[in-house]
């Protein structure tokens, strides 16, 4: 794809929890599932300063929605129930938010005053959140080029929320108030390689500060992206640092996609859409499609034939935005392209197209569920064929797995902020700020150069240290544990492997670190996943593991009588295929050794029983 002729422009926004006490009081930050007392609230959109109201939160107050909020105590308190004014700021945030915009070499501000930013979505229990500037205009760097930093700033993190049942969603307060790094670039990169090292870069600079928590979704990134004919598209809350890329690529495919089907809704002469809604409920009495369970209402969309089910990202279809759309009121749709399906039939088919008027180049859409529910829904539906036939819609994104990405929200704009007048200013005296900048940690490429140079290791190893964030453990096995480096790096792959099978492992990494550090000597690379695993599922530490699964390392005269009882059993082989037989051999070998030696040392020991059989 030529991103240079597509246009591409990319922004982010990365948030960062920091590992300090709550905001606005002294709670601490520890995310606990045991709660002590619950709260309800419902949420109302307020005007920003400028007598608006945010788009956002307008649609978010459609969903009719109520919160109920549970926490326990010592991890919440009146400020976060909205039940107290918030105390000062948390000096030690504000301490480390100024560390951070000076590594970037940002205008820091003189006072930091906090603003109010509508959000009804539950998250907040006062209905909004606050959030200060810091500073302004950084730097970042990247091998693309590099990029500005318009604002760095200190905010709240959300509530988290647990389950939706119904109308209600269910949070926890524990993590509402900690504290917040939000770094926001300019739309300057070009590249979906270059978003992804900026957003490492970023990440490093604010670990460089050792006041980082650690752990799933203590790292945020939000996405913008745009090319030309487009749209600004948000998706929010990419936690994955190499998901960024995959998202800014599918999202290109996208937007190319949705433009191309617009310009072919403009070439069939399709300017407005249809808007009314028809029951077609007795079509389906007696149905044998399962899922429609009440009335059926449906639209005809003119001149829609066949691009509900275009594909616009790889299994996602324009068909599918519209249900994203929909969902705020049902599950899903049903469309033209897609039926006959779930059990509709083609005569079900033919006289709905029959009600609906529905002609050879048109499309229709029905959905089921009580009468004025499904109205609402087809409206969404309606609303986003219109902004089919404008182009892309700004919108706010939900990331998933694969790269791809869902609808969640309209962008949100400038009308959602307003002054919070319960907190007074910080003050940013010079003489802090002087010896604060004469005591910065070290920066990533600073921190890179020094690990290249004292420990013998290529540029390319040492970044990714840091982008693992194991540079601690790294020196210790280098200067206390005498670890090969080809065996660390087995040991953070490894690692790294175990994180992704493993999503709530019982011992933290530091511990899997240092322990098996203390215990690696005799054991084979072949061996480290089965020791690692066994360590996070039992919570043991590395000699004990190893001593309850019985690993160790095998001698070298024990490895030779194991290899040349294989050759031995497999003669007959060896006979018939000559040299050609050393990699079965290798493997049967591998299997019976497994966990007591090397593949290195297995394959020079064959080699020389092999040698002395010819």
């Not at 609230?41 to 649609?59: F, N, V």
């Not at 009495?285 to 899922?291: Q, R, S, Y």
Request: one cysteine or more; hydrophobic letters at 40%.
């Amino acid at each position: 794809m030529d991103y240079d002729k597509l246009g591409l422009k990319v922004g982010l926004e990365i948030h960062a929890q920091l590992d300090t006490k709550k905001l606005f009081c002294s709670c601490a930050t520890e995310l606990l599932d045991d709660q002590d007392f619950s709260f309800m609230r419902r949420l109302r959109p307020t005007m920003s300063e400028l007598g608006e109201i945010d788009p956002a939160a307008k649609d978010e107050f459609k969903k009719g929605m109520e919160n109920l909020y549970k926490t326990s105590i010592g991890h919440s308190c009146l400020v976060y129930a909205d039940e107290e004014p918030p105390h000062d700021p948390n000096s030690e945030a504000v301490t480390i938010l100024l560390q951070i915009a000076s590594m970037l070499k940002a205008d820091i501000v003189d006072k930091i005053h906090f603003m109010r930013k509508v959000v009804i979505d539950g998250s907040n229990v006062g209905g909004f959140q606050r959030t200060a500037l810091v500073a302004l205009n950084g730097k970042a760097f990247s091998e693309y080029g590099n990029v500005l930093i318009p604002v760095i700033c200190l905010e709240e993190d959300a509530a988290r929320l647990i389950e939706t049942s119904g109308k209600t969603k269910i949070w926890n307060i524990d993590r509402l108030g900690t504290p917040l790094v939000e770094i926001a670039t300019d739309p300057s990169m070009h590249h979906p390689r270059q978003a992804r090292d900026i957003a490492l870069y970023l990440g490093q600079v604010m670990k460089a500060t050792g006041r980082l928590k650690r752990g799933i979704g203590t790292i945020r990134q939000d996405v913008n992206v745009s090319i030309i004919g487009g749209a600004r598209v948000e998706i929010k809350g990419v936690q994955e640092l190499n998901l960024i890329e995959e998202c800014v690529i599918n999202e290109c495919v996208r937007q190319v996609n949705l433009l191309e089907i617009q310009k072919e809704l403009k070439r069939r002469g399709v300017a407005t859409i249809n808007e009314n809604t028809h029951d077609v409920s007795s079509v389906f009495e007696g149905t044998a499609c399962k899922i429609i369970n009440g009335p059926v209402l449906g639209i005809r969309l003119t001149g829609f034939s066949g691009f509900l089910g275009t594909e616009v990202q790889k299994g996602r279809r324009l068909g599918t935005e519209m249900a994203d759309y929909a969902k705020k009121y049902v599950r899903g749709i049903f469309h033209s392209d897609e039926l006959p399906s779930y059990g509709i039939t083609p005569e079900e088919v033919g006289l709905v197209k029959e009600a609906l008027a529905v002609g050879d180049g048109d499309a229709f859409v029905l959905v089921t569920g009580s009468k004025s529910i499904c109205r609402l829904a087809l409206k969404e539906v309606i609303h986003r064929a219109h902004l089919a036939t404008e182009g892309i819609p700004n919108e706010t994104r939900r990331p998933l797995p694969d790269g791809n990405s869902q609808y969640m929200r309209p962008l949100p704009g400038r009308s959602r902020m307003y002054p919070e007048t319960d907190i007074y200013p910080v003050v940013v005296s010079d003489a802090e700020l002087k010896l604060l900048q004469e005591n910065l940690p070290q920066l990533p490429e600073e921190k890179i150069k020094r690990l290249y140079s004292n420990y013998g290791i290529t540029p390319e190893n040492a970044r990714k240290i840091l982008e693992w964030g194991v540079e601690d453990a790294f020196v210790a096995s280098q200067e206390r544990y005498n670890m090969a480096f080809g065996k660390f790096l087995r040991l953070m792959e490894t690692l790294v492997m175990l994180s992704r099978d493993m999503k709530s492992a019982a011992v933290d990494r530091d511990f899997l670190l240092y322990s098996f550090m203390e215990a690696h000597e005799p054991l084979p690379l072949e061996s480290y996943e089965e020791v690692l695993r066994h360590m996070a599922e039992h919570s043991t530490g590395a000699r004990e593991t190893i001593s309850s699964i019985g690993i160790s390392r095998a001698s070298d005269d024990d490895i030779r009588k194991i290899i040349r009882s294989v050759i031995k059993e497999n003669s007959a082989m060896l006979e018939g295929r000559g040299k050609q037989a050393f990699k079965p051999l290798m493997g049967m070998a591998m299997a019976k050794l497994k966990g007591k030696c090397d593949g290195k040392t297995i394959s020079a020991l064959l080699k020389e029983e092999l040698e002395k059989e010819h």
